[in-house]
Every structure is written in structure tokens, then in C-alpha cells.
């Protein structure tokens, strides 16, 4: 190959790059934005020490929640309503874990391909969306509730 040719690829490469790398950002800018704003709104009630986990689930409504830790380093959830802000704070010792919702939706399906867990508000009350992977390729929601890891709803085949 000719070193003009060379070039000219590796430019195209590069510019392919860069042009993903852009797309990429872009994408991420909403997820950050909802992320500060949801801390913003906690920081009215709650000095947020350390950000442990922030979820962002749409079930009949769109939440965002937070996993936190306090100025006195006691660890708290706050689920916030997209559309008005209400915010709902509740211990550790009240809601499942994440990794608890895990473990009981692994006992309840056998060889479960777990893909992720979002806390979230199902009719005012907070569940845990968990987004599995099925054999044939297709997706499948069960809504735990994070009170009392009882099944609320299950959508499937997606």
C-alpha cells in the first residue's frame, strides 16, 4: 500500500472514532443531567456524602433513585418522581437490597440471566425492575416489591 493510502485510512479511522466518541457523549449528557439534578433535590433534606448507586426506571411513571450515604454516613434510598419531585427516603433496613432482589429472582427462575436492577415507584410504591435476558434472546421485566420482595408484575417477550 502507498503511503497516501495509508493516511487517507488512517484518517477515515480516526474520524470514524471521533465521530463515535461524540455520539457516545451525547447520549450520556441526559443520564448525568438527571443524575445532578436527583442529588440536587436529596441535598434539600440530605447532605449526600458518597453516591452509591443512581437508578433511572420508567414503570407507570418515570423515577430516578438514589443509593446514598449521609454526612453521618447512614445509608439511605430516595426514590424521586420525575414529574413533581416528590421524593420517598427509606433506610437500608426497609427496602430490599439490590443484590436481595437479585437472589430472590434467582430463586423464583431457574438460571436467570439477570442484565440489570433498577429501583424505581410502581403505583407509589417502591420495586425493584429486574431486566432479564431470556434463551431466545428476548427481554423479560419482573417488578419485585422492595418491601417485601413479593412479585408485582411480569412483562414478557419484549
Known sequence: MSKRTV???TF???SIMI?????????????????EEAI?????????KKLKDFYWTTTDQA???????????QQFYAIIERDGGDIQYYTVDELF???????VTASQ??????????LGLYKSEPVWEMTLKNPN???????LSAKTGEWIQTISNI
Open 7 to 9: 493516511s487517507i485510512l
Open 12 to 14: 477515515i479511522i480516526l
Open 19 to 35: 465521530a463515535l466518541l461524540a455520539v457516545f457523549m451525547k447520549s450520556q449528557t441526559a443520564y448525568n443531567l438527571a443524575q
Open 40 to 48: 440536587a433535590l436529596v441535598e434539600y433534606d440530605h447532605q449526600v
Open 63 to 73: 423515577t430516578f433513585a438514589l443509593n446514598f450515604f449521609d454526612e453521618n454516613n
Open 97 to 103: 437490597t439490590e443484590d436481595e432482589a437479585k437472589s
Open 109 to 118: 427462575i431457574e438460571n436467570p440471566n439477570i442484565m440489570q436492577a433498577r
Open 137 to 143: 434472546n428476548s427481554i423479560t421485566y419482573y417488578l
